[in-house]
């Protein structure tokens, strides 16, 4: 049976690398961003758009109607950096405005899609985190915090959906070369600093949702192994990891 999927950020950048492979594998693709150059990139990919502001958590709604009655892969993909260091001076309107697409975003859009799982028997969700979800980046402490806040809802979740047969997992990227990051892209050619390719990305994402254990946080950086962690419930258990 075809597959249906939703990938939010989907207008470019990694969200819209992974629709073009599921599309390609022949999933049917709702793909929801702000950015209404989402409904060229659906067209392209003979997908369905769904144009809006994810911090309004009527737009997953809309998107998992979208898909149509079924829908078996979910991509929380999108989000945005903070260009606030200093809490202290920290405009208000765009921290509320990174936390919610980063954050509340991820949980709207598990509100509106684990119901249809359920009454399926199943699904597969990923959440594209970041490294910074997994150590402190001093660059950008609120972008920081909302991907901590992805994977901690991750491994938060991830045991009682697995028991759902629901796999919810996150894919943690270091530097990606998308829009989001084009306005460092000199700057990092320039001091050497090495950048993932978005289909790189879509990739581990795309395989993440097929094939990872549920609760796996998927590590990719650029010129290194991919290295998978499973998310441990109580923090003196240690880890397990595996490379490759
Ligand atoms: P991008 O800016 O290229 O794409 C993000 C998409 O999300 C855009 O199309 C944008 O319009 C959409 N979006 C943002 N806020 C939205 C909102 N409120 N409502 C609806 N749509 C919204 O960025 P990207 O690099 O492809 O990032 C995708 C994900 O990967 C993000 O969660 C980002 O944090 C994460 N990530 C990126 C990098 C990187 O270096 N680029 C590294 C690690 C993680």
Redesign the pocket.
């Known amino acids: 049976m075809t597959q249906t999927a939703i990938v939010?950020?989907?207008?470019?950048?990694?969200?819209?690398a992974v629709a073009r492979r599921l599309a390609a594998g022949g999933a049917d693709c709702v793909l929801?961003?702000?950015?209404p150059?989402?409904e060229e990139v659906a067209a392209a990919v003979g997908g369905v758009a769904v144009v809006?502001?994810?911090?309004d958590p009527q737009?997953m709604v809309r998107a998992v109607e979208a898909a149509g009655g079924r829908l078996d892969l979910l991509v929380l993909?999108?989000?945005?950096?903070s260009a606030d260091k200093d809490p202290a001076t920290l405009d208000l309107d765009r921290y509320q405005?990174v936390v919610?697409?980063?954050q509340h975003?991820v949980v709207y859009g598990l509100r509106a899609a684990l119901p249809l799982m359920r009454a399926e028997g199943g699904g597969s969700i990923v959440a594209?985190?970041?490294?910074?979800a997994l150590h402190g980046v001093p660059q950008d402490p609120v972008?920081t915090m909302t991907?901590h806040a992805v994977i901690g809802l991750v491994r938060a979740l991830s045991p009682a959906l697995a028991a759902e047969n629901i796999r919810f997992s996150a894919v943690?990227?270091?530097?990606?070369?998308?829009?989001?990051?084009a306005g460092a892209r000199e700057r990092f050619q320039a001091a050497g600093i090495p950048?993932?390719d978005?289909d790189d990305?879509a990739a581990a994402v795309e395989t993440t949702l097929r094939t990872a254990e549920a609760g796996t946080e998927l590590v990719i950086r650029p010129g290194r192994p991919p290295a998978r962690y499973i998310a441990a419930p109580l923090p003196d258990e240690p880890r397990t990891e595996s490379r490759g």
Do not use: F, Q, W
Not at 52 to 55: A, F, I, P, Q, V
Not at 77 to 81: E, K, P, R, W
Not at 128 to 132: E, K, R, T, Y
Not at 173 to 178: E, S
């Open positions: 939010t950020g989907a207008a470019g950048g990694i969200g819209e929801v961003d702000r950015n150059l989402v809006g502001d994810l911090t737009v993909n999108a989000g945005v950096n405005a919610g697409v980063n975003s594209v985190a970041s490294l910074a972008y991907k943690c990227p270091g530097l990606v070369d998308t829009p989001l990051t950048m993932l978005p990305v």
